[in-house]
């Protein structure tokens, strides 16, 4: 047998998350109700030693499983980052999730499985195991949206996000179909090979990456295949929503980064046309429809769309300096995603999702603290300075302007300033109206308002000494092209 | 030999062809069902006259044997009212055959420019081949890693729809197969004194 | 040593941070302790550096790269060469003494936190901005003076024109940060670089006239708008509005003198300017001149304080201009020394007349306020650079001594010359009119304690002893300043022999002019009889209310022009009824497209599908 080409020791953080979260669920069998928080010390504790697992692989480089599965720096960071931003949401939202009976084994383990997606998109470097990736990925979602059987709202969230999804995959799935049809492998490298003689004048080529990148425009959830994503955050738990914004947005990146840089680079005048009519249509899409919005969830969501937007900037610079920042926005846009709906998780209480834009009225008064986080978070979403915020859109919009996309660079600071204004909308309310008397915020959570203050913080610190993280961030996708 | 192998693959795709005529027409969705069902049967038979006998096992396995029965008990214990379904009939008659004639266009095209004859025909099967094992083995060197994901996707969709539609009423009557198990002997048995009390 | 320099303007920073966070657990008192633990640990660390390695050669601590985009590269660099050695010496250590002295000043005051938190912050500011290697650091901690400053000098924000004064000070010194700000722009443009030492060999070794007369320019009007010069000074005697700490922090150890540590700085920039230099100089002069006669005609004990502070000023820039640099810095050591003594005195002076400025009031403090009185008189000496006695006849004198040798040196020695007679007179009218006389019965009981007592005692030394680190060329005694400061700035002309005798005599004989000038001033005025009914010279010459006159009145017809024509119909009309309810009707819109229906979802799926094929399909390949 050719032992030598499973090289499954490359595989260790996912075989590791795998079998942690099978014990998960047969634990969850055994202990009672009142033992739940076994189960969570668990998955804390898996998420926690597979970074660390991750962590030791970091600097290896190679292939395994025949090929399929592809270890280099950009596996081993992206794979750290959704390891650390599960750990975070799972940290969020004990509390929240006891509030709602939601405590339950079964959604620890459909977020290590869903975790689990994310790693196997990330390292693929096959067609096959990246769309099984991307499934196994989006089944734990739409699981996990729709997991309040008892909410009509979370439950017709899932139904939509499921339709919805499945078409996406279908898009995809056709697209990597033709791929397949034009170089004749399910290979990456192979294909990247085979492409050097088809050239990118080809119907059946444009064909295919239209298909891939419509189904990659909605997995990122960029306009105008943005329709589920407003729903589906507004109605899921804010923890799974916590979730949704953050981990899924690297992994998208990932899958993005596989097909169409390692399997289809060849083909960049194509997909690069398709981003800037994405990135145009999320840009507006994503600015001017937040200002009407009064959820805050789906004000996040919409800010999502414009995100997107900002990050598929580096795509379409699509140099090495481009994709670099698109990564390092994708990882900003994480974080900051997280610190916000962990604010919301943290507000919230038995009864009151802290969801509104409303419902923050006067924060400052009441709990100052939660206030000034909320400052730095909604500061570095806008790009204000000196938040890494900022630093991930100066980041972008250089690359741009280096690769000669001047207007495209000038149209995306307008749609920024549109942006500023959702908001400093939010921080309005929040400092400057008077607080309502009939609210009563749960912040009682010690364990969320620490990761809460440190997440935020984060964002400031990072962006008076972003050298380290934007370093890391590059390294990762160091050779790529 | 090769008679009798032609004479059982006439005699299969018949009764293939047939059941699954029947298979639309039968009024009772019951009947439809287990014709379809004879009709699997027939088309596994037929894997097995060309070799294939994993795929024709797999589908009397998989579809007559898991899918087949799933959808019987579907059709049994739903109330489906058949003249109802029969209504839209001819409503969506026109419909339908514009399909079938596409669909029968399509396959006179592929068939009229598909390179019949000219692909060479397959060299005879070594005696003692098994594609069972060959599948097998390729399945669990070169293709471990995507059937390992496919595994846990499966398991996900499992724990999903359990988690989804379980629910836990107080007022059912369920079996505690724990506390079946865990009986103790004096338990089993109770002495009830039915002769009521004394006048 | 090289890798704790962040600590320097790194503990007022945190003091600040500490103050902001928790000084409300603090309490006032600790509040007070903590600013002042900040500087003097700073000070600390500077004194190590003293003691230790020296700055020579520069000591450098690159922190981190801030951002790198690009060529745009902004490594937050910390340097220490001699001349910062010397600034951040005064930013800390008189910036501690400023600190303590506040102790039992502000005690009681309203929005000590606030004070406290903003001092720090404002040593910070000074510290990073004379530390930075790199422009866009230095425009940081200038930015964050300037805040600081605003902030402090409408400390006592609920009257009015204390707040109106903040605001004068913050839009005039705004203008400067603008200019400065474009400046450093253009420099960026052509040498793609903002890193100070890089940039000045660059400056030498590609010289660009045109961009450089441009770039000298825009920076000196920033470093003129900082240092109050004419004629961006008007700012500077209503900043007298704010506390009396904060002026003596403004004008000894932090802002003001920002603007000549940054002509210093750049001292290449200027100098591959034909000319700049030698403007420098004149205008230096002319406002030592200038602001000199202003102050004899004030009647606010810290207006006169204030012209002197723009006087001194003029003699620093002055030093530079006539290729005297080190000469300069060292006459901003000794005046920060001097006027940090004067402005604390002058605090406790007020509080003794019950918050009454107004030295016409004054008199006979001596009596009573014994410490005091010698303490300013002190500061007087330095002030009007009494020969040998005190620190300013060893730079102030210099210079204007120095400047004779010089090409074209005639007008700024003329003028400086006429400055220090014109000094020393409102500099002994100031004291002759405070403490000597008829004790007044305006004067009130007021007793200093330790904290106050020793900033001034310690400062009053320095004023007077501090000169004598550099005796006059030719002269017996220690030489050690000039020649220190020799490999960073190089030598100044130095008068010798007979004419360096004479210069001296005539210099001396001006002061000595100038305390006759001062009592004949003080008699006057006791009289009745000022130069204070002088309206043009205690007005300044008109140029304040000639400036608010000139300037603000065609920005306010400009306004109100743009509010009619721009604004009414233009923004609010257009971009407001246009833009803005074009943006919300067409959020609304959007947002009523996506209704929640799935199969709509999926329709518009498809049509972005076909949108993509579309586009795809009429992309020429």
Redesign the interface.
């Known amino acids: 047998?050719?032992n030598a080409l499973?090289h499954w020791s490359f595989?260790i953080p996912e075989i590791w998350v795998?079998a942690m979260a099978c014990v998960v669920?047969l634990v969850d069998v055994f202990v009672g109700e009142r033992q739940r928080d076994v189960a969570y010390v668990l998955s804390i504790f898996t998420l926690l030693a597979a970074m660390a697992l991750t962590w030791s692989q970091m600097g290896q480089t190679g292939f395994a499983?025949?090929g399929?599965?592809h270890l280099d720096p950009f596996t081993s960071i992206a794979s750290f980052f959704v390891e650390l931003l599960s750990l975070l949401v799972l940290s969020y939202s004990r509390k929240y999730l006891l509030r709602r009976s939601l405590y339950?084994g079964?959604v620890f383990?459909?977020l290590l499985?869903a975790l689990?997606g994310a790693l196997?998109l990330i390292s693929g470097a096959?067609l096959?195991?990246l769309y099984?990736?991307l499934?196994?990925l989006a089944?734990?979602q739409?699981?996990l949206v729709?997991?309040q059987?008892g909410n009509l709202r979370a439950t017709?969230a899932g139904?939509?996000y499921f339709?919805?999804g499945a078409?996406?995959s279908a898009?995809l799935l056709y697209g990597m179909s033709l791929l397949y049809g034009l170089t004749g492998t399910l290979d990456l490298h192979q294909i990247a090979i085979a492409l050097v003689n088809v050239g990118?004048?080809n119907y059946l080529l444009?064909?295919a990456?239209?298909?891939l990148?419509?189904g990659i425009?909605?997995k990122f959830g960029a306009?105008?295949?943005h329709?589920?994503l407003?729903?589906a955050y507004q109605g899921a738990p804010t923890p799974v929503t916590l979730f949704m914004s953050s981990v899924p947005k690297i992994a998208i990146f990932a899958l993005f980064l596989r097909i169409l840089v390692d399997g289809g680079y060849g083909s960049i005048e194509?997909w690069r046309?398709?981003f800037v009519?994405l990135v145009v249509?999320s840009l507006v899409?994503g600015n001017?429809?937040?200002?009407?919005?009064t959820n805050l969830k789906r004000m996040l969501a919409y800010s999502t769309v414009g995100n997107m937007g900002f990050l598929a900037l580096g795509i379409v610079a699509g140099t090495q300096n481009g994709l670099a920042s698109a990564f390092f926005y994708a990882v900003v846009y994480a974080f900051m995603a997280t610190a916000a709906f962990g604010l919301i998780v943290y507000l919230s209480r038995e009864g009151f999702e802290a969801e509104e834009i409303s419902d923050l009225r006067g924060l400052v008064r009441t709990r100052p603290w939660a206030a000034f986080l909320l400052l730095i978070i909604m500061f570095s979403l806008a790009g204000v300075p000196p938040t890494i915020g900022f630093?991930a859109k100066?980041?972008v919009f250089?690359a741009l302007i280096?690769a000669h996309f001047i207007w495209l660079a000038v149209f995306g600071v307008l749609m920024a300033v549109?942006g500023a204004f959702y908001y400093l909308r939010v921080l309005k309310v929040a400092l400057f109206d008077a607080p309502a008397e009939d609210l009563a915020y749960g912040a009682d959570d010690p364990l969320a308002a620490s990761v809460l203050t440190v997440n935020s913080l984060a964002l400031l610190i990072l962006g008076?000494?972003?050298?380290a993280l934007?370093a890391f961030c590059y390294h990762a996708l160091q050779g790529v092209l | 030999m090769m008679l009798t192998t032609t004479i059982l693959f006439y005699v299969f795709s018949a009764i293939l062809l047939v059941s699954a005529l029947l298979v639309i027409t039968a009024r009772n969705p019951v009947y439809s069902a287990l014709y379809l069902v004879l009709a699997f049967f027939n088309a596994a038979a037929l894997f097995l006259l060309l070799g294939a006998e994993f795929l024709g096992l797999i589908l009397i396995l998989v579809y007559v044997g898991a899918v087949m029965v799933l959808f019987l008990f579907v059709v049994m214990m739903l109330d489906i009212n058949l003249e109802r379904l029969k209504e839209g009939f001819l409503r969506y008659l026109p419909l339908g055959l514009a399909i079938a004639i596409v669909g029968v266009l399509e396959m006179v095209a592929v068939f009229w420019t598909a390179p019949i004859g000219r692909v060479p025909a397959p060299g005879p099967i070594p005696a003692n081949a098994d594609n069972t094992r060959a599948l097998g083995e390729l399945l669990y060197?070169?293709y471990?890693?995507?059937f390992e994901?496919?595994a846990?996707?499966l398991?996900?969709?499992i724990?999903?729809a359990i988690?989804?539609t379980l629910?836990r009423r107080p007022d059912t009557k369920s079996q505690a197969v724990g506390k079946q198990v865990a009986v103790a002997v004096r338990e089993r048995l109770r002495m009830v004194d039915l002769r009521g009390p004394k006048p | 040593m090289t890798e704790w320099l962040f600590l320097i303007p790194g503990f007022p920073l945190l003091g600040a941070l500490i103050n902001a966070l928790f000084g409300e657990r603090l309490g006032p008192r600790w509040c007070g302790r903590l600013a002042a633990t900040m500087p003097l640990l700073s000070s600390l660390v500077v004194l190590a550096i003293w003691l230790g390695p020296g700055a020579e050669p520069a000591l450098l601590d690159r922190l981190?790269?801030?951002?790198?985009?690009?060529d745009?590269r902004v490594d937050l660099t910390l340097r220490v060469d001699d001349v910062t050695l010397v600034m951040i010496s005064i930013a800390s250590f008189v910036g501690f003494l400023i600190h303590l002295f506040s102790q039992q000043y502000l005690r009681g005051d309203y929005g000590e936190r606030r004070y406290y938190f903003y001092l720090n912050l404002f040593v910070a500011g000074m510290l990073i901005l004379t530390m930075a290697n790199n422009l866009l650091l230095l425009y940081l901690g200038w930015e964050t003076v300037g805040l600081c400053s605003y902030a402090l000098i409408s400390h006592w924000y609920r009257e009015p024109e204390n707040a109106w004064a903040g605001r004068k000070a913050f839009v005039v010194t705004r203008i400067g940060d603008t200019t400065l700000l474009l400046g450093i722009f253009l420099l960026f443009a052509q040498y793609h670089t903002l890193s100070i030492s890089t940039l000045l060999p660059l400056v030498t070794a590609q010289p660009a006239p045109a961009l450089l007369l441009a770039a000298s320019i825009l920076i000196l009007i920033g470093a003129y708008a900082k240092s109050a010069q004419f004629p961006f000074h008007i700012w500077l005697p209503d900043s007298m509005a704010g506390p009396s700490t904060v002026s003596a922090l403004i004008h000894a150890a932090t802002m003001v003198t920002a603007g000549v540590y940054l002509c210093i700085r750049l001292l290449g920039l200027f100098a591959a300017v034909p000319g700049m230099l030698e403007a420098i100089a004149v205008l230096g002069a002319w406002t030592a001149f200038f602001a000199a006669s202003c102050g004899l005609a004030q009647v606010d004990v810290k207006r006169v304080l204030a012209y002197s502070t723009i006087s001194q000023l003029g003699y620093m820039f002055m030093g530079v201009g006539i290729g005297a640099p080190s000469l300069g810095l060292f006459h901003l050591l000794v005046h920060a020394c001097f006027k940090a003594l004067l402005f604390m005195a002058s605090g406790a002076i007020i509080l003794i007349y019950a918050d009454d400025h107004d030295i016409r009031h004054m008199g006979g403090l001596k009596y009573r306020q014994p410490f005091l009185r010698w303490t300013f008189l002190a500061g007087v000496f330095a002030l009007a650079a009494v020969p040998l006695i005190s620190a300013a006849f060893y730079s102030k004198d210099a210079i204007i001594n120095a400047s004779f040798l010089v090409a074209g040196g005639g007008v700024p020695y003329a003028l400086g010359l006429s400055g220090a007679v014109l000094t020393a007179g409102y500099a002994f009218r100031l004291y002759f009119l405070v403490f000597e006389g008829k004790p007044s019965e305006l004067e009130g009981p007021y007793q200093m304690g330790w904290g106050m007592k020793i900033p001034l005692a310690l400062l009053a030394a320095a004023s007077i002893g501090i000169g004598w680190l550099q005796f006059p060329p030719g002269w017996p005694g220690p030489h050690l300043w000039v020649h220190w400061l020799a490999p960073e700035l190089g030598l100044p002309p130095r008068p010798i022999g007979l004419e360096g005798g004479l210069l001296t005599l005539v210099g001396a004989l001006a002061t000595f002019l100038g305390i006759a000038l001062g009592y004949w001033a003080a008699r006057r005025e006791r009289a009745g009889r000022g130069l204070s009914r002088w309206r043009f010279l205690a007005s300044g010459w008109w140029i304040d209310g000639t400036i608010l006159r000139l300037f603000p009145a065609p920005f306010y017809a400009l306004g109100r022009l743009l509010r009619g024509g721009v604004e009414n119909l233009g923004v609010q009309g257009l971009a407001q009824g246009g833009l803005r309810d074009g943006?919300?009707l067409?959020?609304?819109a959007?947002?009523r497209g996506?209704n929640?229906l799935?199969s709509?979802?999926?329709v518009?799926?498809i049509?972005?599908?076909l949108?993509?094929?579309l586009?795809?399909w009429s992309?020429p390949?």
């Open positions: 047998m050719q499973f595989a795998l669920l499983f025949f399929q599965f339950r079964e383990v459909l499985f689990l196997i096959n096959l195991i099984l990736g499934e196994l089944l734990s739409y699981a729709a997991f059987r017709e139904l939509k339709i919805l078409l996406a898009l990118s004048a444009m064909l990456v239209v298909f990148v419509a425009a909605f306009a105008p295949f329709m589920w407003p729903d194509i046309q398709l009519a249509v899409i001017v429809v937040a200002i009407a919005q630093y100066l980041a250089q280096e549109v008076i000494v972003p050298g934007v | 060197t070169h471990l890693y995507p994901i496919a846990v996707i398991l996900v969709a724990i999903a988690a989804l629910r | 981190w790269t801030w951002m790198a985009v690009g745009f943006l919300r067409s959020a609304y959007l947002a996506e929640g799935a709509r979802y999926a518009s799926m049509a972005g599908l949108l993509l094929l586009l795809i992309w390949l």
